[in-house]
């Protein structure tokens, strides 16, 4: 029988890769989106398209009972892939803009996660992916809300995987580095609505940092495309004994190790070299 998965986060960049390459794969691919013109979009390319938003509780619901209707109640992955990135300094972070990220980032990924973990008990197996990020491992200046979202997911995570241990439910992270995406383009207006930086005391230094921003400055070192993560999803997958982690680009590599290998005093000073 062809094997489903639901992917969140579908409308462009690492969901939009893997809902194509898990399709060519043979799986039946639900490709989420928390939007419905992107719900439309998807549709047209021949895919099932729930709309699932992370900050909606009901449509996690909604979402998820049209997904087991198509399938007759049965779901064999769940990629947890839906994400938004806020650039500002920690100080500079009001309450009410990390309760929203955390809203997308953590708290709407572990509502899903628990409402399948039923689904996938009930029929004896499944593999539950969550996509993090190299700030899942490593902190990095200005990206304070984003790190605190993955390195909670991180934890989160971790503690699943240990809890699922004999019940046939596989809790893998995959570990994406700097992958070609929307994801700096899309951080943009929760920027503007959070970060009050022209009253910040490190304004000059927003100054200097806006075009990083605001103007495409070309591919990251080391980028690579949205089919790398498409390629390790699959193995998290189809892999009878799943990796705990599956690390993506070089720097994930080499930061995943470094972390073990280096004090934190050496690491930070290797982080803020940039």
Not at 228 to 249: E, N
Request: with cysteine; hydrophobic share 40%.
């Amino acid at each position: 029988m062809m094997k489903s998965i639901l992917i969140t986060g579908c409308s462009s960049g690492i969901g939009y890769d893997a809902a194509h390459g898990m399709r060519a794969k043979g799986w039946r691919v639900f490709a989420a989106c928390r939007k419905r013109e992107d719900c439309d979009r998807l549709a047209a390319e021949g895919f099932d398209s729930p709309l699932i938003d992370y900050t909606n509780s009901e449509s996690l619901v909604t979402g998820l009972t049209e997904v087991l209707e198509a399938t007759g109640g049965t779901l064999d992955a769940l990629f947890n892939n839906g994400a938004f990135a806020m650039a500002g300094a920690v100080e500079d972070i009001p309450r009410d803009g990390l309760r929203a990220i955390f809203e997308t980032n953590l708290f709407g990924v572990h509502e899903l996660t628990t409402l399948v973990i039923p689904v996938m008990r009930a029929q004896g197996h499944g593999r539950i992916v969550q996509n993090s990020s190299i700030l899942g491992l490593v902190a990095y200046e200005w990206r304070g809300a984003y790190v605190a979202t993955k390195f909670a997911l991180e934890g989160l995570t971790d503690v699943l995987r240990l809890e699922m241990r004999g019940s046939n439910i596989d809790v893998v992270l995959i570990e994406p580095g700097p992958i070609a995406s929307k994801i700096r383009i899309n951080s943009i207006p929760h920027f503007e609505r959070w970060i009050d930086w022209k009253n910040s005391a490190r304004r000059a230094r927003y100054e200097k940092l806006m075009h990083r921003l605001y103007e495409d400055g070309g591919p990251d070192t080391f980028q690579l495309e949205p089919s790398a993560v498409t390629a390790k999803l699959y193995r998290a997958v189809t892999a009878k004994r799943p990796k705990a982690r599956y690390y993506v680009t070089t720097p994930t590599y080499v930061f995943g190790n470094l972390r073990r290998l280096l004090s934190t005093r050496a690491l930070d000073w290797l982080l803020s070299r940039g």
